[in-house]
């Protein structure tokens, strides 16, 4: 079956390390996204890729990186600038990054905490 | 800046019991979705809607956006435990993915 896969399901983060999270999708999807949410809040977007090879900042990228070197995959690295990483990391995709009449897909997400 | 205000924010209903959670903005909405989040976990999609005045129904779940398109209600009929969980709206205006909005999402128990 097609869909997203996000790993790891739980992962905890030390002062000043880099942690990388992963995403797949078997879906074909030229656009892909990350989220966090928090308790209280909206989803807000962090980065977004439309292409291979290309991506762009989203509302709250400061702390994070991304990239895009393969189809399926957006690996979402949290950097120990973030200082306030404990949320829940949701990736998702869609079939193309140019238009609205398209649902977004989302995989089952990560909780990153900090130890 | 377009902001989705969602309520009520949480929901007690008793199985069996009709719902309607609403989503409004206070400008035009281009495309409104539905997603149900459990605890924990991703986002399942709903419903879509795009046309002033539209409405989609799955099994007991009903979506209605109104003619000015700024507000959306979800509508569920018989509830059930199965129903319960998180519901969210997004929205976002043709054509730019990145300004897709969403509201802070629902929060709805059904006890049996």
């Known amino acids: 079956d097609g869909g997203i896969t996000q790993s790891p399901k739980y992962l905890f983060r030390k002062e000043g390390q880099n942690v990388t999270l992963s995403c797949e999708q078997n879906?074909?999807?030229?656009?892909m996204y990350w989220y966090r949410q928090d308790p209280g809040q909206g989803l807000r977007l962090i980065y977004y890729?439309?292409?291979?090879?290309?991506?762009q900042k989203g509302d709250i990228a400061e702390g994070y990186s991304v990239s895009r070197e393969k189809k399926e995959s957006f690996p979402l690295t949290v950097t120990s600038a973030q200082k306030n990483p404990t949320a829940f990391y949701l990736c998702?995709?869609?079939?193309?990054?140019?238009?609205?009449?398209?649902?977004?897909?989302f995989g089952s997400g990560t909780q990153l905490s900090v130890l | 800046s377009q902001e989705l205000e969602q309520s009520p924010q949480s929901l007690i209903v008793q199985e069996g019991k009709n719902l309607t959670i609403n989503c409004t903005s206070s400008k035009t909405l281009y495309g409104l979705y539905w997603y149900k989040q459990k605890y924990g976990e991703g986002l399942i999609f709903l419903m879509m809607l795009q046309k002033g005045g539209e409405e989609k129904s799955h099994e007991k779940i009903t979506a209605k956006l109104d003619e000015k398109k700024q507000q959306s209600s979800l509508h569920i009929t018989a509830s059930q435990p199965s129903h319960a969980g998180i519901y969210l709206c997004g929205a976002g205006p043709a054509g730019n993915n990145r300004k897709l909005i969403w509201g802070l999402g629902t929060s709805l128990a059904v006890n049996p």
């Open positions: 879906l074909n999807h030229d656009a």
């Open positions: 890729s439309q292409i291979v090879n290309d991506f």
């Open positions: 998702a995709s869609k079939v193309t990054g140019g238009r609205t009449n398209e649902k977004l897909f």
